[in-house]
């Protein structure tokens, strides 16, 4: 998976994020932030995942790393740590020629449900999941998935949509938006 190149740090939010704000905008906004610490590990029980992150940057064509481990998750380095105000990003794989990965069950999600990730200083912090989008890859909403926000939120990102045979690459990105909870 290749994810779209994030934009730099401190980019404002796009327009088109406004025209998904009535499924992703959450419940309610909390002002509730925690210092920076890296993330160690991620769970979702609703998905069953359960696995160590590591910190990944970006490729020589600008785009995100994901983890060389099918099974690990990767925290996208330049981006808030989780519980820190703004989207802190989070990616993995979906699948490989030996089998499923990680965030196979991504697209699974539904609003509700929760996603708790341990952070380095022995803290768990706890989303709560806004929403599921699918967006192609060639059409990548990137300030809408990487911009700016006023609260401390959540992105994990795998790949999604059609496979394509002679590129070995999908055509989409599972997105999945949430927002601190605890």
Request: aromatic content about 8%; charged content about 15%.
């Amino acid at each position: 998976m290749a994810a779209p190149a994030p934009p730099p740090p401190n980019t404002s939010l796009a327009t088109e994020e406004n025209i998904l704000k009535d499924v992703l905008a959450p419940a309610s906004k909390t002002p509730k932030h925690y210092p920076k610490s890296q993330p160690v590990s991620i769970s979702i029980p609703d998905i069953d995942v359960e696995t160590s992150i590591s910190a990944v940057g970006n490729n020589p064509d600008g785009s995100m790393v994901v983890p060389a481990d099918w099974h690990t998750a990767g925290w996208y380095e330049h981006s808030p740590t989780p519980g820190q105000i703004g989207p802190s990003i989070i990616d993995g794989h979906l699948d490989n020629v030996s089998g499923l990965a990680v965030f196979w069950r991504l697209r699974e999600l539904t609003p509700g449900e929760f996603i708790y990730i341990t952070r380095a200083d022995g803290t768990t912090v706890q989303f709560r999941v806004d929403g599921v989008q699918n967006y192609s890859q060639a059409t990548f909403p990137t300030k809408t998935v990487y911009g700016n926000i006023n609260y401390a939120g959540l992105r994990v990102i795998t790949c999604g949509g059609t496979f394509n045979r002679l590129t070995h690459e999908y055509d989409q990105n599972t997105v999945v938006y949430a927002t601190l909870v605890n």
